[in-house]
Each structure stands twice: as C-alpha cells, then as structure tokens.
C-alpha cells in the first residue's frame, strides 16, 4: 500500500475512533461493542504505522548500502 493510502487509512480510524469515542458524552457509557470496535480501530492503526515504519527503515538500509 503507498505511503498516501495508508495515511488516508490512519485518517479514516482516527475519525472513527474521534467519533465512537464522542458518543460517550452523549450517554453515560459505551457499550461493549463501542469499546471493542475503538480497541480493533487503535490496533490496526498501529500495524500500518509499524508496517510503514519498517518499511522506511528497509528503504533505507537498501539505499544506504548504495552509498
């Protein structure tokens, strides 16, 4: 996935996540299924940030080698 698509990804969870959280100050609490979805919505965010960052770190190393 390009460098673009997967910070479209990142923008689109973190609305999601913005948006299921804000429903807390409408009710008393989230219900179980808002929590789990939140906690899903959190840990795919962190597979694309670690997928891209190694993937820099190979960009690097690759160009590095180069030198």
Avoid: Y
Wanted: net charge positive; proline share 0%; aromatic share 2%.
């Amino acid at each position: 996935m390009s460098i673009d698509k997967d910070m479209d990804l990142i923008t689109v969870l973190d609305d999601l996540i913005e948006t299921t959280e804000n429903k807390r100050r409408r009710s008393a609490d989230l219900k179980v299924s808002d929590k789990i979805f939140i906690t899903e919505c959190k840990v795919i965010r962190e597979r694309i940030i670690k997928r891209r960052r190694v993937r820099l770190e190979t960009r690097i190393e690759v160009v590095g080698c180069g030198s």
